[in-house]
């Protein structure tokens, strides 16, 4: 027992009291957070309430805008099943007959048979409509489109030039070829039409429009014979060099050195 007497010996203090601390500074935090998460639970019921009544008193305008999403969906489906798509399955049809023509009077080495041709494709045949027809009674459509460019070059070979033009710029494609053919096709007309500024405008623009190995080519070249004619030497110089060094295959390529002699 006089072990537990010694000089300097400090009786241990009792856990239970820091315990009790502990438990009460975590009470009071609890508290706290109880009380700022009630608050902002009557915030929410109260921004709630004033959504259900804002929805209350606007019901009738919520539901019109939702009928009426509905009924645009619906159109829409049913315009594309009704309308549309038996709309280009008869353009299909009235084309097919356009279209072989067109094919017959480009493979044709006599000019007088490819003329008979053309003029089939514009006023039909077969008992079915030509190309101006199928391309204005089923705009909107990809026949319809199409069809446009067949009336296109087909009165560009016809020497129809006002007629090319007007067909030509209707047409629209994202073929790396079709597109600039017919830009510069609206060229050729413009130039059959004298009119060498426009020309020279679109030759330029088919140039660049899906630049590959056919079409760029062919359209500088037309481009620098253009410009060379209307005496712009210059221009004709940076036709015929782009020619030269970037499409050196190119059937185009074959005379270009003369060509790069007279521009210079």
């Given at each position: 027992?006089?072990?537990?007497?010694?000089?300097?010996?400090?009786?241990?203090?009792?856990?239970?009291?820091?315990v009790d601390n502990n438990f009460i500074e975590e009470n009071v935090n609890v508290e706290?957070?109880?009380?700022?998460?009630?608050?902002?639970?009557?915030?929410?019921?109260?921004?709630?309430?004033?959504?259900?009544?804002?929805?209350?008193?606007?019901?009738?305008y919520i539901l019109g805008v939702i009928l009426a999403a509905v009924i645009v969906t619906i159109g829409y489906l049913s315009y594309q099943k009704f309308v549309a798509q038996p709309k280009e399955e008869d353009a299909t049809t009235d084309l097919f007959v356009a279209q072989n023509n067109f094919q017959l009077a480009t493979d044709a080495t006599d000019v007088k048979k490819q003329d008979s041709l053309y003029t089939l494709v514009l006023k039909g045949a077969e008992g079915k409509q030509g190309a101006p027809g199928i391309a204005d009674q089923y705009a909107g459509t990809d026949s319809g489109n199409i069809a446009n460019y067949y009336a296109g070059i087909a009165s560009l070979n016809l020497k129809k030039y006002d007629d090319a033009i007007k067909y030509l710029e209707k047409f629209?494609?994202?073929?790396?070829?079709?597109?600039?053919?017919?830009?510069?096709?609206?060229?050729?007309?413009?130039?059959?039409?004298?009119?060498?500024?426009?020309?020279?405008?679109?030759?330029?623009?088919?140039?660049?429009q899906n630049v590959n190995e056919f079409t760029s080519?062919?359209?500088?070249?037309?481009?620098?014979?253009?410009?060379?004619?209307?005496?712009?030497?210059?221009?004709?110089?940076?036709?015929?060099?782009?020619?030269?060094?970037?499409?050196?295959?190119?059937?185009?390529?074959?005379?270009?050195?003369?060509?790069?002699g007279m521009a210079q």
């Amino acid at each position: 027992m006089a072990t537990y007497n010694k000089r300097g010996y400090k009786a241990p203090k009792e856990k239970e009291e820091k315990v009790d601390n502990n438990f009460i500074e975590e009470n009071v935090n609890v508290e706290a957070k109880d009380s700022a998460t009630a608050k902002a639970f009557d915030a929410l019921d109260e921004t709630a309430s004033r959504t259900e009544d804002w929805v209350a008193k606007n019901q009738k305008y919520i539901l019109g805008v939702i009928l009426a999403a509905v009924i645009v969906t619906i159109g829409y489906l049913s315009y594309q099943k009704f309308v549309a798509q038996p709309k280009e399955e008869d353009a299909t049809t009235d084309l097919f007959v356009a279209q072989n023509n067109f094919q017959l009077a480009t493979d044709a080495t006599d000019v007088k048979k490819q003329d008979s041709l053309y003029t089939l494709v514009l006023k039909g045949a077969e008992g079915k409509q030509g190309a101006p027809g199928i391309a204005d009674q089923y705009a909107g459509t990809d026949s319809g489109n199409i069809a446009n460019y067949y009336a296109g070059i087909a009165s560009l070979n016809l020497k129809k030039y006002d007629d090319a033009i007007k067909y030509l710029e209707k047409f629209s494609s994202k073929d790396a070829f079709l597109g600039a053919i017919a830009t510069g096709a609206i060229g050729d007309a413009y130039a059959q039409k004298n009119d060498l500024k426009k020309a020279l405008e679109l030759y330029e623009k088919a140039a660049i429009q899906n630049v590959n190995e056919f079409t760029s080519p062919r359209y500088l070249f037309k481009a620098g014979q253009t410009a060379l004619t209307l005496g712009n030497k210059a221009d004709a110089l940076k036709y015929f060099t782009e020619i030269k060094e970037k499409y050196e295959s190119a059937p185009e390529a074959q005379q270009i050195d003369a060509l790069i002699g007279m521009a210079q």
